[in-house]
């Protein structure tokens, strides 16, 4: 039981964890070097891989904020 609930964490916390070093690298960009569309897209990104989870991963307490941050 405790297995398996931890399996269906991992996708959650990896995409997480990606995303998280995104924003650090996008929070280095210089004003003047800023590509809007690059951003919007590397975000839409992560709202698509969070959205084709599983349903019982998507639907966790936990993963709810996951789609929140993005």
Same mark, same amino acid.
């Given at each position: *039981?405790?297995? =398996? =609930? *931890?399996?269906? +964490?991992?996708?959650?916390? =990896?995409?997480? !964890? =990606?995303? /998280?070093?995104?924003? !650090? #690298?996008?929070? !280095? @960009?210089?004003?003047? %070097?800023?590509?809007? *569309?690059? /951003?919007? !897209?590397?975000? %839409?990104?992560? +709202?698509?891989?969070?959205?084709? $989870?599983?349903?019982?991963?998507?639907? /966790?307490?936990?993963?709810?904020? $996951? @789609? #929140?941050?993005?």
């Amino acid at each position: *039981m405790v297995t =398996q =609930q *931890m399996a269906m +964490l991992e996708p959650i916390y =990896q995409l997480f !964890e =990606q995303q /998280l070093a995104s924003r !650090e #690298d996008w929070g !280095e @960009t210089l004003w003047r %070097d800023l590509n809007v *569309m690059l /951003l919007n !897209e590397g975000i %839409d990104g992560y +709202l698509s891989k969070a959205r084709k $989870l599983a349903k019982p991963i998507r639907t /966790l307490p936990v993963s709810i904020p $996951l @789609t #929140d941050t993005f």
